[in-house]
C-alpha cells in the first residue's frame, strides 16, 4: 500500500511540474518577458481615465493607440493632434502623467 501511495504521489508531483514548466515556456514563446500586460491594448474603464487623462496633457486631439506596460510606464497613450503630429503620454497606475514626448517618426 505505502508502495502504491508513493507513486501516487510521485507522479502527481511530476504533472505538475510539467505544468508549470510547460507555462513558462508558453509565456517565453508568446513574448512574456515577465509581464503578461506588455504590449496589450488599454481596455474598459482603464481606457477612459488612460484617454482623458492623456487629451488633458496634449490639450486635444485624438487617442490612436494605447498600450499597457510600457517600457517607460504603467501606461502609454498615443494622441494626434489635429495638425497631424503625435504625442506619446506616459501614465502611471493611478492615471498620473509621467512623462510625454512628440513621436517624431510619424510625424507629418
Known amino acids: 500500500m505505502r508502495d502504491k501511495l508513493k507513486g501516487v504521489i510521485i507522479a502527481v508531483a511530476?504533472?505538475?511540474?510539467?505544468a508549470v514548466?510547460?507555462?513558462a515556456i508558453a509565456g517565453a514563446a508568446s513574448g512574456g518577458g515577465g509581464s503578461e500586460?506588455?504590449?496589450k491594448a488599454i481596455s474598459g474603464p482603464a481606457l477612459d481615465q488612460a484617454s482623458a487623462a492623456a487629451l488633458k496633457a496634449t490639450g486635444g486631439g485624438k487617442v490612436t493607440?494605447?498600450?499597457v506596460?510600457?517600457?517607460e510606464s504603467y501606461y502609454e497613450v498615443e494622441v494626434t493632434k489635429a495638425d497631424g503630429s503625435q504625442v506619446d503620454v506616459q501614465l502611471d497606475r493611478g492615471f498620473q502623467v509621467?512623462?510625454?514626448k512628440a513621436d517624431h517618426e510619424d510625424a507629418r
Open 14 to 18: 511530476a504533472i505538475a511540474a510539467l
Open 21 to 23: 514548466g510547460g507555462s
Open 37 to 39: 500586460e506588455h504590449d
Open 98 to 100: 509621467v512623462g510625454q
Open 69 to 71: 506596460g510600457d517600457e
Open 65 to 67: 493607440q494605447t498600450e
